[in-house]
């Protein structure tokens, strides 16, 4: 066997055997031990008193992460939490942790059912738990503030560049479809006080987005209303919101929210979509690995799936709207400006002419 030879296949088993390491992850957030970290290194004694774990086993567990620098083993064999499980307390900022327990408790039963998926096309999820995602989320109050906190912990990580990549000062009215629990509106509102918001979501994402407004002291300037995005998105908006929409859906889908949000807007309005915006060619590089990894994901979960610039302009057009600009975020996020497409295209402004540059 050649070295190269050798050396991918020990690369090819270190990515089969990569799950362990997830699930694993999920078994010490689940029992609460980076956060019990939080105050101090801990021995595996210790920890396994406190929440109840086989000491032995966990003692493995422990180490096991160290060396994907989740905790890491003091000299007297105590253990503390290393980079990435600090990352997984839930005091860090853009805190993994609900993302963890997501997965603990649906998500990675999905992932399992991928070989399912490819042969079917359906979403193991849908035959895991007998509903679809977003049912399962309406039938379980718990879960579904679980996952209003995975979605407002991720924005953290990239509300700046959002604020940064796109000016909505001069917006008088933000419409945020699929708003979740508000996280994302309520710091946009927060950084442009003459800004108005109307958030549209299931009936239970609204009311937690109400709750949070009126907590933040935006309940005057900021409305939550529950509805279906696929019939109907509120009038009167200047700017509409769609992060993390998309991806969730099948093409036709997205082409449905996609006119909604069309059949509401005025000439001037525009339309603000945030999502992870793939490279025709994949490359192999970690942020082309994430994109990978929340493809994966979404093939699994819900009908959607990643795309690039290239087929977000073909939904758009489809929806009679016009893609303006692409601007990078972080990793391979994007944001994305689209614009009504005009029936007369004659009748389309030098200025937005001038902006035509994706
Ligand atoms: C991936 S989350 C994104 C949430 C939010 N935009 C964010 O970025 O944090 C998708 C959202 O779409 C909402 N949603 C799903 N189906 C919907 C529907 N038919 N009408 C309105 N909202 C819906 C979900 O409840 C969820 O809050």
């Given at each position: 066997m050649r070295p190269e030879e050798a050396d991918a296949a020990v690369a090819v088993r270190a990515l089969l055997y990569a799950p362990l390491a997830s699930r694993a992850l999920c078994s010490v957030a689940e029992l609460g031990i980076p956060n019990a970290l939080s105050d101090g290194p801990l021995s595996a004694a210790e920890l396994a008193r406190d929440t109840g774990a086989h000491e032995s086993a966990l003692h493995q567990v422990l180490t096991a992460l160290t060396a994907f620098e989740v905790f890491r083993v003091l000299p007297d064999g105590r253990f503390a939490l290393a980079r990435l499980g600090t990352a997984l307390t839930?005091?860090?900022?853009?805190?993994?942790l609900p993302s963890a327990l997501m997965a603990q408790a649906l998500s990675a039963r999905a992932w399992q059912g991928i070989p399912d998926t490819v042969r079917t096309?359906?979403?193991?999820f849908d035959k895991e738990f007998g509903a679809d995602f977003f049912t399962v989320l309406d039938q379980r109050p718990d879960l579904r503030d679980l996952f209003d906190a995975t979605q407002s912990r991720d924005v953290e990580l990239e509300s700046t560049a959002i604020l940064r990549a796109h000016?909505?000062?001069?917006?008088?009215t933000l419409v945020d479809v699929?708003?979740?629990?508000g996280a994302l509106l309520g710091h946009i509102l927060q950084a442009h006080p003459g800004l108005r918001g109307v958030l549209l979501d299931r009936p239970a994402a609204a009311a937690a987005a109400r709750a949070r407004f009126a907590a933040a002291g935006l309940g005057e300037r900021a409305e939550a209303r529950s509805g279906d995005f696929f019939t109907a998105v509120p009038g009167g908006g200047d700017v509409y919101l769609l992060r993390?929409?998309?991806?969730?859906?099948d093409d036709e889908q997205c082409v449905a929210v996609l006119a909604a949000c069309r059949r509401a807007m005025s000439a001037h309005a525009r339309l603000v979509i945030v999502e992870?915006?793939?490279?025709d060619h994949p490359g192999t590089d970690a942020d082309a690995r994430m994109t990978a990894l929340m493809t994966l994901y979404m093939l699994s979960v819900l009908p959607g799936r990643e795309r690039t610039p290239r087929e977000f302009e073909a939904l758009l057009g489809a929806a009679g709207?016009?893609?303006a600009s692409v601007s990078r975020l972080t990793g391979q996020k994007a944001l994305l400006v689209a614009a009504p497409e005009p029936a007369?295209?004659?009748?389309?402004t030098s200025r937005e002419r001038s902006t035509d540059h994706v």
């Open positions: 839930a005091g860090a900022p853009a805190s993994a096309g359906t979403p193991a000016d909505f000062s001069s917006a008088g699929g708003g979740g629990d993390e929409i998309l991806h969730d859906w992870l915006a793939a490279d709207l016009r893609l007369d295209p004659s009748a389309r």
